[in-house]
């Protein structure tokens, strides 16, 4: 195991590091968490880390910046090496027995990393071989012509002729999206499931995590991950035969391949085959085969005979399997293997979020001049909802409002009026905090007195530091004009807020609450 003085100056390198205006802390301090220091000597680092994505990430990413913060610490240059340590990355092949244990959001932890001093060569992944499709593959179907729905549909269904979408499984090994790990920030919001989501694509069929399943709200980025799930399997071990789909998109295919089964016999099977012949099958918003039996039966086969497999799984919902209303015998599989929500971003992650996106612009652009200030880059995180994409959209108005105007000076008074009817949680500018007082004092029955008394008792104190929380979440006023309101100085607000983004991370029942307010005061 590393000294503790080598400890002490990994850290000391960790913390020059993250100062960099150039660095993404949220993926530094992420990657860190994975990085070993083994060794160092005048002007040589070796560091280690498990599996060949993070090398190659932090190799990618961070090299650069660690030389670079070594050379100003110790004032010399140096060589850094980062290798995998194999103890880590040879994962027995999981059994169908093991695979059938429940592992629950909770339980699973994730990869710990036990330092190995005696490093060989990269260690080469065993690689399977890639089944073999039938002549007449299944071509997925966007839709049906008339909009056959598939309670309506019987084997014997009469069709018409409807033009078919091409699928070209010669581009199974390329980059389907621009979704990658490398471009997903995280932060304590969503730090499980991408540790789950790197699991099972550097071992997939191989972990407990068989199937995954990531649920959470639209726009938290539950898609973001199943796509950089398959682009990463796609590039480290292409010889495994990926398929993402949407579940309308599955259960149009269904609905297809079942219509037209009277005019090619072949077309059932070729659905089922067409699935089965996956190593690695991902579902996007399983949630939408509520209602949709026939589908939900054949894709229950389908999971069912590919977990058997050892093939991997990955599935995605807006809600968790058991608020998902479909038959016990189909949740209970959903939540065979690891289940993991993404909860809404805490403002950290948000400004992290508009950090990356302005970065990801100037590349493509490649144009360095775009200048915005940090005091607007807080107002955007602030003043967002939790969906990613109006965060984004708000950024990308920006943008284009700069170039268009050519005014790189921009101001926070020009940036309220340009996204004033953009932020989903836009409120009335008649609202201030007596209002949000108000309505919590009625939805906890207390009395405005308690509401800005002095009492520390829990009956009180919850309900003053969650309208404490509302008012900095809506209303576009300093903590300073909250704790006057509250007859309370500022630090005890900036306390209150705190409270409550770190029992909200962990606690559903206060989370409802809190939308329930929100939409409450949204209403007014």
Known sequence: MPSDNLLEKWNEVCERVASYDDVDNSQFNALNDRLQIQAMSDGFLLLTTENGFLKKWAERDFLEPIKRALNEIYQIP?????????????????????????????????QQFVPNANLTQNHNESTGNLSEIEDKPFTPSASLVGGINESQVTPSSEIVNSPQRSFDETNNNQTVNSSTFANFVIGESNKLAYSMAVQVSELPGRTALNPLFIYGRSGLGKTHLMRAIQNYINETQPELHTIYVDSEELISGYTNAVAEHDREKSSY??????????????????????????????VFQILNKLIN??????????????NI?????????????????????????????VKSYIKEYQAMEGNN?????????MYIAENSGSNIRELKGAVTILIYHINLSENHNIGITEVKTLLENHFSGSLSK???????????????????????????SHQFVYPRQIAMYLCRQLLDIPFNDIA??????????????GKIENILLENRDVQEEVE????????L
């Open 78 to 110: 140096f060589s850094v090496m980062i290798e995998i340590d194999e103890s880590q990355t040879e994962t027995p092949q999981t059994q169908p027995t093991q695979v059938q244990q429940t592992v629950q959001t909770q339980q699973v932890q994730p």
């Open 269 to 298: 099977k070729n659905f089922k085959t067409y699935y089965e012949n996956a190593d690695v099958l991902l579902i996007d918003d399983i949630q939408f085969l509520q209602g949709k039996s026939q589908t939900l039966n054949i």
């Open 309 to 322: 497999q050892g093939k991997q799984i990955i599935l995605s919902a807006d809600r968790a399997p058991k």
């Open 325 to 353: 209303d479909i038959e016990e015998r189909y949740s209970s599989r959903f939540i065979q293997g690891g289940t993991v929500d993404i909860q809404p971003p805490e403002i950290e992650t948000k400004l992290a979020i």
């Open 369 to 377: 001049r775009l200048d915005i200030s940090e005091e607007i880059q």
């Open 430 to 456: 008649n609202l201030g905090v007596e209002d949000i007082q108000k309505e919590v004092e009625n939805y906890y029955r207390i009395k405005h007195s308690d509401m800005i008394g002095t009492s520390r």
């Open 484 to 497: 006057k309101k509250f007859k309370k100085d500022h630090s005890t607000v900036i306390h209150s807020v």
């Open 516 to 523: 329930i307010l929100k939409k409450i005061i949204k209403d």
